[in-house]
Antibody
């Protein structure tokens, strides 16, 4: 069974940094692209970033480009999201997602339970 | 403002059929596969349909997807009260090089 467990969320002040982690299990982590999608409380889904199986292809939403960095460590079956210069509008549940394919696309197959990031002004 | 357009809400009686539309453009739905997600209250979204009309294992055949041009549709037959949820369409936008979602549709089973 695919399991994705996010950690690292919490309350942080505007302008500070936070690093999210996601531990994957139950599948061959290195075979799949991975993603971060966020959802402000009570609102819709927003794609944040994607990384291909070998980190050769990385994409970011314009809203986070230059501030967030996605990375993965296939040896540790882990996905990361380094978030800097945080803003109140970054407040959201952040979901770690496994793709159906190794290349970047938008087939969000398996979702973690999400971790809440709250940025106070 | 979402790149993909969905109706905010739909409703139907138990046992009936409902459809949810998702409208986009040539750079997203028109040239990429569409997925559909179900988000039950208080839970993470779950993939219902991928590649326009493919169901992952474990998803009942009451759920089906289709695509025509720059629009896609999710159909749910034999509605159950447990189907009450938010439904999102999503795809890749080749011009933006970004994942895009619809704003979500709240399904009420009357």
């Amino acid at each position: 069974e695919v399991q994705l467990v996010e950690s690292g969320g919490g309350l942080v002040q505007t302008g500070r940094s936070l690093r999210l982690s996601c531990a994957g299990s139950g599948f061959t982590f290195e075979d799949y692209a991975m993603h971060w999608v966020r959802q402000p409380p009570g609102k819709g889904l927003e794609w944040v970033s994607s990384i291909s199986w070998n980190s050769g292809s990385i994409e970011y939403a314009d809203s986070v480009k230059g501030r967030f960095t996605i990375s993965r460590d296939n040896a540790k079956n882990s996905l990361y999201l380094q978030m800097t210069s945080l803003r109140p509008e970054d407040t959201a549940f952040y979901f770690c997602i496994k793709d159906l394919r190794p290349l970047v696309g938008a087939r969000f197959h398996s979702w973690g339970q999400g971790t809440l990031v709250t940025v106070s002004s | 403002q979402s790149v993909l357009t969905q109706p905010p809400s739909v409703s139907a009686a138990p046992g009936q059929k409902v459809t949810i539309s998702c409208s986009g453009g040539s750079s997203n739905i028109g040239n990429n596969y569409v997925s559909w997600y179900q988000q039950l209250p208080g839970t993470a979204p779950k993939l219902l349909i991928h590649d326009n009309n493919q169901r992952p294992s474990g998803i009942p055949d009451r759920f089906s997807g289709s695509k025509s041009g720059t629009s896609a549709t999710l159909a749910i037959t034999g509605l159950q009260t447990g189907d009450e949820a938010d439904y999102y369409c999503g795809t890749w936008d080749s011009r933006l090089s970004a994942g895009v979602f619809g704003g979500g549709t709240k399904l009420t089973v009357l």
